[in-house]
């Protein structure tokens, strides 16, 4: 189901950063590229042995005082709580045990969440073992040391690590209901628009706990067919900072995604899109989720004839990366147009899991061809023999060609855009692999 979510918790220094670009390998600037966003580097996509995971960076702590670190430090080992199925917990062997690690470990050790604690800087195993040992006093297992900078002692933590990962064996996989997650800057009205669900419908709930972590799941029955809303509101604490809201919002809409088979992305509308707006888009656009995105607030708006369509052409601009995504207006507070929510989510769930026949979708890409022409270079051109669709959510299909460094970005788009007219795929991103078949 969901990928695992692992997050890092420490103090400054300590190497939280060099043990996250060790861990994300060449992949460090994080997911790939989006044209038109740019991301800190907070998530990323990692792996070991057959295992996928999510990597979240809790955030730096700005050493002001020692006061500061500690109350930053909670912040952090609280969102990790709050989000992480595992938390890596890393100290420093050469500063050696400080009050700040005791209280953190005090509070990671309540929440009853598995903790791999990890003594960084221990370039030297028979230097600095005797120091180790000091850190069983946290009372929260064995630490593991390693050094982040040389790479040693990595595949024990991360063995450590995959310990924890649940396999979840049968019940829990059985649950095929929808999930839905809402993500969004905070307040923007997520919780809002959940409450105005369950009132129309007037269901019984039931509280799920989160399937590993604290997260509270709400079903929600409509038409005989039950969702499962992941919500991603609760900011527990006020930030004064505005660089920690934004990067808690995003930890917990990577979280919710992970869980999710559509991602409502809402957005206010007497703010307009915005650049945090894109940011959190993008997590759900990379990871090929249905999408819908959902302009809350619409009753505040003075509006003319035009302003739907203002409003769409600057959301389109700004998201100009996930051009398919379907876009509402709505009003959580007066119900305006919620009722229409249901329906676009099962259409986009079912676009999310269409299948083409093999046959039907060459008849359009040899149509396509025909068209226009695939690109050349040198005198050699692009031969396109067949397309398959490998996959769904996302739909994903492998294209066989004579040589794949011919396939330009703009011709696949193209190809994108004739399967698109043909079949719809309203809501959901299509990925396109592109194989070399010799000899043909």
């Given amino acids: 189901m969901s990928k695992p979510v692992v997050a890092v918790v420490g103090r400054p220094n300590v190497g939280k950063s060099t043990l996250f670009n060790v861990l994300a390998g ?41 006061d500061i670190i500690l109350s930053q430090m909670r912040e952090q080992a609280q969102i990790a709580i709050e989000t992480a199925d595992v938390i890596l917990f890393l ?11 005791e209280k953190v470990a005090d509070l990671l050790r309540r929440s009853k969440k598995p903790v791999v604690l990890v003594v960084n800087k221990v370039d030297n195993f028979e230097k600095y073992m005797p120091d180790v040992y000091e850190f069983y006093n946290l009372g929260i297992g064995d630490p593991v040391p390693v050094s982040a900078a040389s790479m040693l002692g990595i595949g024990d933590m991360l063995d450590e690590m995959v310990k924890h990962f649940k396999t979840d064996g049968g019940s829990k996989e059985e ?18 628009l959940v409450n105005r669900l369950l009132g129309e419908n007037r269901v019984i709930v039931s509280e799920i706990a989160g399937t590993t972590r604290d997260a509270i799941d709400t079903a929600v029955r409509y038409h005989g067919e039950e969702y499962i809303f992941i919500d991603t509101a609760g900011l527990r604490r006020k930030s004064k900072v505005k660089e920690d809201l934004e990067r808690y919002s995003i930890i917990r809409a990577v979280t919710a995604v992970e869980r999710c088979d559509v991602a409502l992305i809402m957005i206010d ?58 876009i509402m207006f709505i009003s959580a507070k007066t119900g305006q147009r919620t009722d229409k929510i249901f329906g676009m989510i099962q259409m986009v769930i079912e676009n999310n899991s269409m299948r083409i026949a093999t046959g039907v979708l060459n008849e359009i890409v040899t149509e396509a061809v025909a068209m226009q022409q695939p690109p050349s270079d040198k005198g050699k051109r692009l031969k396109i023999y ?7 959510k ?6 066989f060609v004579n040589d794949k460094n011919l396939m330009h970005f703009s011709y696949l788009r193209y190809l994108e855009n004739r399967i698109r007219d043909a079949f719809g795929f309203r809501g959901t991103s299509l990925k396109f692999i592109v194989r070399e078949r010799k000899g043909q």
């Fill in 269 to 326: 509308a007497t703010e307009g899109v915005t650049e945090q707006d894109a940011k959190i888009a993008g997590i759900a656009h990379d990871r090929g989720k249905g999408i819908i995105i959902v302009v809350n607030k619409w009753d505040a708006i003075e509006k003319n004839d035009k302003t739907m369509h203002q409003h769409t052409e600057r959301i389109r601009q700004i998201l100009s990366f996930m051009p398919y995504a379907e």
């Fill in 394 to 399: 996302p739909p994903t299909f492998v294209v």
């Fill in 175 to 192: 649950d095929d209901r929808p999930r839905i997650a809402l993500i969004g800057k905070p307040n923007v009205g997520k919780s809002s």
């Fill in 91 to 101: 100290t420093d062997v050469r500063q050696g045990l400080v009050d700040a690690d």
């Fill in 26 to 66: 060449e992949r460090i600037s994080i997911v790939k590229d989006t044209p038109g966003v740019t991301r800190d580097r907070i998530y990323a996509d990692a792996s070991w042995l057959d295992k996928d995971f999510t990597l979240i960076d809790t955030g730096g702590i700005e050493p002001e005082s020692k």
């Fill in 386 to 392: 067949y397309t398959t669709q490998a996959a769904v």
